[in-house]
């Protein structure tokens, strides 16, 4: 799975086009961004027009201003996307560690966000929510650590400048996650500050070494992260 996240676009046009410009399958979305989504147009075109689609809940993420996953909020969230599509995948939550609020709390609301999506969505596969980097890591993965065990895949973000492979802050990042362990990890953010017209070959990297990877991001406007923009 190789794509970009949703974060800014027109419309589903623009969005498709953007999508076949650089030959990719999957597409990242959250519910409060990027187009829309009060229609269900935009809604089943997006679910249909993507081989893979991930849905990133927008609660759980404390720079939302709803830091814990209430799982309540999780299945509104996620409900008017599965009636359309049923295997998706839900990504829940989103660098918990980037504010001040309990781990142990997070992983509670995590732990019934887990139990709900199971009951409600059971064709849906799960990742995890990744950490922001060097940020307290040890202590949100162990606390976090049952809860990841029971999702698909193990959610990671990667940011870097210059080059992905074989960066310091690649492997303290990948090192926090030994293989025979965890589920297999996903990226679910990556950017990286190159110059513009080598790096979709460094996302690609990605796809290559990993298998699973969504980079940052699709927007219209391309003053919003420029160094990131494709």
Known sequence: MFGFI??????????KAYADKFGVDT???????????????NR???????????????NGDPLSGKPYLHWEEVIA?????????RDIIIQLGNEPNNGFISPEGYAY???LSIDACKREFPLAKLISAPLQQRNKNEIWN????????????????????????????????INQYPLDLYPPLF??????????????????LLET??????????????KIDGQYHL
């Open 109 to 111: 609301h995590f732990q």
């Open 209 to 222: 070494r990993y298998g699973n990877a969504v980079w940052y991001h699709m927007v219209a406007d391309k």
């Open 44 to 58: 089943i075109r997006i679910l249909r027009g993507f081989k893979n689609v991930i849905i990133r809940t927008p």
């Open 6 to 15: 949703l974060t800014n676009a027109k419309d589903y046009k623009e969005v």
């Open 77 to 85: 969230y996620i409900k008017p996307f599965y009636r359309y599509r």
């Open 142 to 173: 162990t606390a976090l650590f049952e809860c990841t065990m029971q999702c698909d895949y193990t959610g990671i973000h990667l940011y870097e400048d210059f080059t992905f492979i074989g960066s310091v802050r690649e492997q303290e990042t």
């Open 27 to 41: 597409i990242k979305i959250v519910p409060t961004w990027g187009i829309p989504w009060d229609k269900d147009y």
């Open 187 to 204: 990226i679910c953010e990556a950017g990286i500050n190159v110059p513009k017209l080598t790096r979709i070959n460094e996302y690609r």
